[in-house]
């Protein structure tokens, strides 16, 4: 058992929370129990997310996308109120990290991309940040536009989808989890061959062929799986709490 004020305040000092200008709170939305028995990590703050939370007995729901983004209408009715309302009803806590968990170097979602390709020697996409949303790391060997997706499609389990570039061959990668697709631009500033990202858009297709940088989409789930799971089990370490993921595979 933990305190919820002992976890959050621990997970904003590791993810340095206060130094990201982000598009929804990050760290407690809404608040649950006092005390931390279980946590239920999930990519999203869906229903289904909500459901599984309460069956299991959690206290703590972690999640990369939580509620509250900028633009959003204030009411909270509809399917965000039921989902809040669910929440709230069974005291259930729910936390979420967005871009302090995609920069971050050991738990964050372009970190265990990085780890699960292979990709050595990471460089920042964007020099000029101080923490890094995006990266750069290169393959060991380079590989063919084909190879690449294929190999893409075989470690992060997701059919992707490849717009082509008139490039040969495949060795520095730019790349940024989610719907990253508009930094395919920085992606070519720095010379890159390639740019990975979850989710594409209709312009990406004349983008990558005329900035001459090779885009392949992977899933905005599928490259965002892994935050949630390592900041979960580190919170687990460091609290000695039980903690478990939730998986509904969202094709987009």
Not at 102 to 129: F, K, M, T, V, Y
Not at 169 to 177: A, L, N, S, Y
Not at 195 to 213: C, D, H, M, N
Not at 241 to 246: D, K, N
């Amino acid at each position: 058992m933990a305190q919820l004020k002992d976890i959050i305040h621990w997970c904003d000092q590791t993810l340095s929370t206060h130094e990201f200008k982000d598009y929804a709170p990050n760290g407690l939305q809404i608040e649950g129990k006092p005390e931390v028995h279980k946590i239920l990590c999930a990519v999203t703050a869906s229903q289904d997310a909500i459901d599984a939370a309460i069956a299991q007995n959690a206290d703590l729901l972690l999640v990369h996308h939580g509620y509250f983004w900028k633009g959003e209408a204030y009411p909270i009715t509809g399917m965000r109120g039921k989902r809040i309302k669910s929440l709230i009803q069974h005291d259930i806590s729910l936390v979420g990290y967005h871009l302090p968990l995609d920069s971050h170097p050991s738990l964050g979602n372009n970190a265990a991309i990085a780890e699960l390709l292979q990709l050595e020697n990471l460089q920042a996409l964007d020099p000029s940040e101080r923490h890094p949303i995006g990266n750069i790391g290169f393959l060991q060997q380079a590989m063919s536009a084909t190879e690449f997706r294929d190999y893409l499609t075989a470690r992060l389990g997701f059919n992707t989808i490849h717009l082509p570039a008139e490039k040969n061959h495949i060795q520095k990668v730019g790349f940024c989890t989610g719907a990253a697709q508009d930094f395919i631009s920085k992606a070519a500033e720095q010379g890159c061959d390639a740019f990975i990202s979850g989710e594409v858009s209709e312009r990406t297709f004349y983008e990558a062929k005329e900035l001459g940088v090779h885009y392949y989409a992977c899933g905005h789930h599928a490259t965002e799986r892994y935050g949630v799971q390592r900041l979960a089990k580190a919170i687990s370490e460091q609290f000695n709490i039980e903690y478990s993921y939730f998986e509904l595979n969202n094709p987009i």
